[in-house]
């Protein structure tokens, strides 16, 4: 295939088998995180939440959408974005306003009006980077801002993990333990596909326990197959139309601030890891542009939101095989699952032990993504501003973790503790004096948060 030691930028010097075998590659280095985006949601909404098929469609086409708007430049794969998490599982348990008595069923489309108008946010993001350059705006999102809102967005995901580990506590071990052990030894492609190793490890532990006649806690089935039986090879994926609230607007919205400093890193990775500089050519504009849509897409047909992947990166790393039209034949690969209902239904059957497991990891790692962000930037926290707008965001995100509920021009909107977070950040960080950091000094730390080539 390729012994490691030579980039290849055209692989179609490798023929068409060796292509397939390396999009095969990409796309299950995406696929545990991108389905367990559906399931995690699925457990949030009782059931009615979002379709694995819905899901990979959306990685398929929005992989496909942001390679066509970057002038198909950038080897890179949308998956589905874990950020929003919490804002799904806020909105499923709205009970204010329009969603006082509203089944769950009907809250998702109004979360994912929400997604659609984050996705927006990008290009907004995308105008100002064009108009006035990309120091001048990061400098109002430095590492003060966007790292405590990370740590709260994973810290406020735990709350939901319990139900699912007491289903079936041993399992739930098992799967946190399968993916600890992954990370820290596995080796080559299992390195980076923990996730999907634990799901995999701790579904067949699963099918072993019931055939020995273990049940969950409550004396239930650990693996439910019913509708496994009935579900056909090849189906059209269930897409439904969005709705938009201002509640469910301003819940989702936020969010966007942390996902879209993640792209600008994942650029950033992208560009060293195949030495090209993709934040000027296509430009962030454009890949900011591409994630957008492609997010704003997803949410319209009822899908999760689209993030580019740093498994991918990764894999890009492994084979040093650095040819876009790669990741292209991974995201049509998981644009025909999105029309298989029996792949679906598959995943569907995951018993909410394994699902307790793998979340009671991974939402710890989001929050340790938001520590990170603060020490590879060398945040001073014996800088009093410091400390305060650190005070200040988590302080809003736990304290009003419920939300706040109020009314403008007889409509009830719900400010969630995390959207009161970033935008306390935000403000504070603008008026309080700030003489400690300077974006782009630092060069591991400006690296890590994007924009800094060469």
């Known amino acids: 295939m390729n012994d490691g030691t030579v980039i290849i930028k055209d692989a179609r010097t490798l023929g068409m088998g060796k292509m397939m075998i390396l999009g095969l590659q990409h796309m299950f280095a995406m696929f545990g995180a991108t389905i367990l985006v559906p399931i995690l949601v699925n457990g949030y909404f009782h059931g009615s939440g979002l379709s694995v098929q819905v899901t990979l469609l959306c990685a398929g086409l929005g992989t496909l959408g942001f390679h066509f708007i970057t002038g198909f430049k950038v080897p890179?794969?949308?998956?589905?974005?874990f950020a929003f998490l919490g804002g799904f599982a806020t909105i499923a348990e709205l009970n204010t306003g329009i969603y006082k008595d509203m089944s769950y069923a009907d809250k998702l489309p109004y979360a994912c009006g929400g997604i659609v108008v984050a996705g927006l946010l990008y290009i907004v993001l995308a105008i100002i980077v064009k108009l006035v350059g990309v120091r001048r705006v990061m400098r109002y999102l430095p590492p003060i801002v966007t790292g405590p809102i990370i740590i709260c967005i994973g810290l406020s995901l735990y709350p939901s993990t319990l139900a699912n580990i007491t289903t079936n506590v041993p399992l739930a071990i098992v799967a946190a333990l399968t993916v600890i052990l992954f990370y820290v030894k596995g080796k080559g492609m299992f390195k980076i596909l923990p996730i999907l190793m634990g799901v995999v490890i701790s579904y067949i532990v699963a099918i072993i326990m019931q055939s020995l006649g273990v049940t969950n806690s409550d004396g239930s089935d650990i693996i439910n197959t019913a509708a496994l039986?009935?579900?056909?090879?090849?189906?059209?994926?269930?897409?439904?139309?969005?709705?938009?609230?201002?509640?469910?607007?301003?819940?989702?919205?936020?969010?966007?601030?942390?996902?879209?400093?993640?792209?600008?890193?994942?650029?950033?990775?992208?560009?060293?890891?195949?030495?090209?500089?993709?934040?000027?050519?296509?430009?962030?504009?454009r890949t900011l542009v591409g994630d957008g849509l492609m997010t704003a897409f997803a949410g319209?047909?009822?899908?999760?939101a689209n993030t580019t992947y740093g498994e991918n990166t990764g894999v890009l790393e492994l084979s040093k095989v650095h040819d876009p039209r790669v990741i292209?034949?991974?995201?049509?690969?998981?644009t025909v699952l999105g029309f298989t209902p029996k792949v679906a239904n598959i995943f569907g059957t995951m018993p909410a032990g394994i699902v307790g497991g793998i979340s009671f990891i991974l939402y710890g790692m989001i929050a340790g993504i938001g520590v990170r962000n603060l020490v590879e930037n060398k945040v001073d926290f014996t800088n009093s501003r410091n400390l305060i707008?650190?005070?200040?965001?988590?302080?809003?995100?736990?304290?009003?973790?419920?939300?706040?509920?109020?009314?403008?021009?007889?409509?009830?909107?719900?400010?969630?503790?995390?959207?009161?977070?970033?935008?306390?950040?935000?403000?504070?960080?603008?008026i309080l004096p700030n003489e400690d950091y300077e974006f782009n000094e630092d060069d591991k730390g400006a690296k890590h948060r994007g924009i800094h080539i060469g």
């Open 300 to 304: 319209a047909i009822g899908g999760p």
């Open 389 to 430: 707008i650190f005070g200040l965001i988590t302080g809003a995100a736990l304290v009003f973790s419920a939300g706040i509920t109020f009314t403008v021009a007889g409509t009830s909107i719900t400010l969630t503790g995390l959207a009161l977070a970033a935008i306390v950040g935000i403000i504070t960080n603008a």
């Open 76 to 81: 890179a794969f949308l998956g589905s974005s």
């Open 229 to 285: 039986a009935s579900s056909a090879w090849v189906g059209l994926p269930p897409l439904q139309m969005v709705k938009f609230d201002p509640t469910a607007i301003m819940v989702m919205s936020p969010i966007s601030i942390a996902t879209m400093m993640e792209h600008v890193g994942d650029m950033v990775a992208i560009s060293a890891t195949t030495g090209e500089n993709y934040i000027e050519d296509p430009g962030l504009h």
């Open 328 to 334: 292209r034949i991974a995201a049509i690969v998981a």
